[in-house]
């Protein structure tokens, strides 16, 4: 039997548990600067990609296991975190382990009033508001909802609708 990563203590009861770790490569940017493994960046996705598939994936069938997610940057271009969850979504329907509903992310933002969907590296660099979504649609259960600057309610509705239409 193949041993568990990770301290046993951890294990789980009543369900798995859902262990993910996120990096980028030192060559996906244009900037070759070194990232420790334990950044704070690179700490607070893997957070968030556990916190997205804990609400995706069907937990109580697999009790005292572990699901490890590994995701690795390897061109970083705009929305990471989008694509990390596409990937990691597409990866773990290939592994055959069984989800509420598949997940897909999008980011978006706002040029002047116009809202964007799936950001590019630039519009991201531009210093506007953006919004992350990771959506569940089939049920249109949010798993995560990530919102980088104030913005006024009429503005987020709209940036949140772009960001829900490219999910779906």
Do not use: W
């Not at 334990?38 to 572990?66: M, N, V, W």
């Not at 964007?116 to 259960?141: F, I, T």
């Amino acid at each position: 039997p193949r041993q568990m990563r990770g301290s046993r203590s951890k294990a789980l009861p009543d369900r798995a548990l859902v262990n993910c770790q996120y990096s980028m490569a030192t060559f996906s940017t244009g900037e070759r600067r070194r990232r420790p493994h334990g950044d704070r960046q690179a700490g607070e996705l893997a957070l968030h990609l556990k916190q997205t598939f804990e609400a995706a994936i069907l937990t109580r069938l697999y009790p005292r296991s572990q699901i490890d997610i590994y995701v690795q940057i390897l061109q970083a271009d705009g929305g990471n975190y989008c694509a990390c969850v596409n990937a990691a979504t597409l990866a773990v329907m290939d592994a055959g382990i069984p989800m509420r509903d598949y997940v897909c992310a999008c980011s978006a933002g706002l040029a002047e009033d116009t809202p964007l969907a799936d950001l590019s590296s630039p519009e991201e660099a531009a210093g506007g508001p953006r919004l992350v979504l990771a959506l569940l649609p089939a049920s249109g259960q949010i798993a995560l909802l990530q919102l980088s600057a104030r913005l006024h309610q009429e503005r987020l509705e709209a940036a949140l609708e772009a960001a829900g239409q490219a999910c779906r």
